[in-house]
């Protein structure tokens, strides 16, 4: 399905059968588990990585954002990828615009302060997981920066031209107690496996 060097994504096999006049239908008894890794900067590679092809595959099919070609897919491929990737741009504009704005109203004075307290936060995070420890409630924002970080990343290897020509998986090994549950898959009512 794919002929091209680099792996195939979900996102390319669903935009594939749209081309071809085909359509994905959601499953609610499809069951799939995967897991995360541990340390962020495997996370980080990963997340570069499969951005940076989706950009790829989003420049090599950008006939499907044309609404007259694909229909809603293209609304779709503009919302949840272009604007999704795209993010970090916006984030980087309000964070300039509060500063500049923050010097003559007290209301974007304390938007830029909540927008520098959470990247100390961030910030704050990636220190202790350095030093081997960790902080649930800074989970959250170190995550929101580092999958942000890691579309500008991924946007700068696209732009450069840095292409992945396979697919490398980095994910840890799966536990044993977690292994042997994804063995067992539950079969829907009057179904079968």
């Not at 980080?44 to 090599?60: E, G, P, Y």
Request: proline share 4%; hydrophobic share 45%; net charge positive.
């Amino acid at each position: 399905m794919c002929r091209y060097n680099e792996a195939c994504s979900d996102f390319i096999i669903a935009t594939k059968m749209v081309e071809q006049g085909l359509r994905a239908v959601y499953e609610p008894a499809a069951i799939c588990f995967e897991g995360t890794n541990r340390r962020t900067d495997k996370e980080l590679k990963m997340r570069v990585r499969v951005i940076t092809q989706t950009f790829t595959d989003l420049w090599r099919h950008r006939g499907m954002m044309n609404p007259f070609r694909s229909g809603f897919y293209a609304v779709q491929l503009f919302s949840h990828k272009v604007m999704r990737y795209l993010v970090p741009l916006f984030l980087v504009l309000v964070f300039v615009t509060s500063a500049i704005l923050g010097s003559h109203s007290t209301f974007y004075a304390l938007v830029l302060l909540a927008q520098i307290l959470f990247l100390a936060a961030a910030a704050i995070a990636w220190a202790l997981e350095r030093a081997g420890k960790s902080n649930r409630l800074l989970a959250l924002p170190y995550y929101f920066v580092l999958t942000n970080l890691a579309s500008l990343l991924a946007a700068h290897k696209f732009l450069t031209g840095e292409r992945y020509a396979r697919w490398e998986p980095i994910r840890e090994p799966v536990e044993d107690s977690l292994s042997a549950s994804l063995t067992t898959i539950p079969t829907p009512k009057g179904g079968r496996q």
